[in-house]
C-alpha cells in the first residue's frame, strides 16, 4: 500500500505558504479571487522540474499555464485549443511562451525506436522534426548535443504550429497580439533562453503551410 504521508505533507506545506503571502500582503487572495488578468500564456513540459511560475519568479495570477509532455502544440489536441482560445481571446494574454528544456524525457524517447504503447503517437510528432532536420541533426556527434538541439528544434516547431492556427491569425488580425515565443530552459543552471521571437502579423515561413 502506498503511503498517504507524502500528501499529508504538501496540505501542510501549502497552509504555511498560504500564511506567509497573507502576511507579505493582506489583500493578496482577496483580490485574486476575484478575477485573473494574466498577460502570459505558458505552454509547457509536464516534467517536475520546469515549473513556470518558479523559474520565472512569478506569483499565482501572472501567468496562464498548460504543460504536456515535451511542450507540444498539435492541432488536433482539443484540450490545448480550448486553453488557447480562452487565452488568447478571452484573457487577451499578450505573449505565449512554448518552453522546452535540454534533458527532456519525451524528446529522449523520441530519439528511440522503442515501442512505447499509446505514447507513440505523440511522440511522433517529435520524430517528424528529426525526419525534417535530419541532416542538421546527424552532423551532430556527440549524442547529448544532438539531443539539445532536437529539444531546441521541437520548441521552434511549436511556435510555427501557434502562428498556423486560426485563433492566433484572427487575433493578429483583431488586435495586433499575441507575441509567440520558443524558450528552451537549461536544467544545469536554471535559465532560460530565448530561441525564437515571433511578432504579431509575421506570415507563416515556407515550408510549413496555414492549416
Ligand atoms: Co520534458
Not at 56 to 67: A, D, E, L, S
Not at 147 to 169: A, G, H
Not at 178 to 191: N, R
Request: proline share 5%.
Amino acid at each position: 500500500m502506498v503511503d498517504n504521508k507524502p500528501s499529508d505533507m504538501l496540505l501542510l506545506q501549502n497552509k504555511a505558504w498560504s500564511a506567509q503571502m497573507r502576511a507579505k500582503d493582506p489583500s493578496f487572495f482577496e483580490l485574486l479571487s476575484q478575477s485573473q488578468s494574466p498577460k502570459f500564456l505558458w505552454i509547457g513540459c509536464s516534467d517536475s522540474r520546469v515549473p513556470a511560475d518558479a523559474i520565472t519568479g512569478t506569483r499565482p495570477g501572472q501567468i496562464f499555464v498548460h504543460r504536456n509532455i515535451a511542450n507540444l502544440v498539435v492541432h488536433s489536441d482539443l484540450n490545448l485549443a480550448c486553453v488557447i482560445q480562452y487565452a488568447v481571446e478571452v484573457l487577451e494574454v499578450e505573449h505565449i511562451i512554448v518552453c522546452g528544456h535540454h534533458g527532456c524525457g519525451g524528446v529522449r524517447a523520441a530519439m528511440t525506436a522503442n515501442d512505447f504503447g499509446m505514447l507513440n503517437k505523440w511522440l511522433r510528432n517529435i520524430k517528424d522534426v528529426y525526419s525534417d532536420n535530419l541532416a542538421e541533426l546527424s552532423a551532430i556527434d556527440d549524442p547529448r548535443q544532438r539531443e539539445d538541439r532536437l529539444v531546441e528544434l521541437t520548441v521552434i516547431r511549436q511556435t510555427y504550429n501557434l502562428m498556423k492556427m486560426s485563433t492566433i491569425q484572427r487575433a493578429w488580425k483583431n488586435r495586433g497580439g499575441p507575441w509567440l515565443h520558443a524558450w528552451v530552459y537549461d536544467l544545469s543552471d536554471g535559465i532560460l533562453h530565448e530561441l525564437n521571437n515571433v511578432a504579431p502579423g509575421t506570415p507563416v515561413p515556407a515550408p510549413f503551410s496555414y492549416e
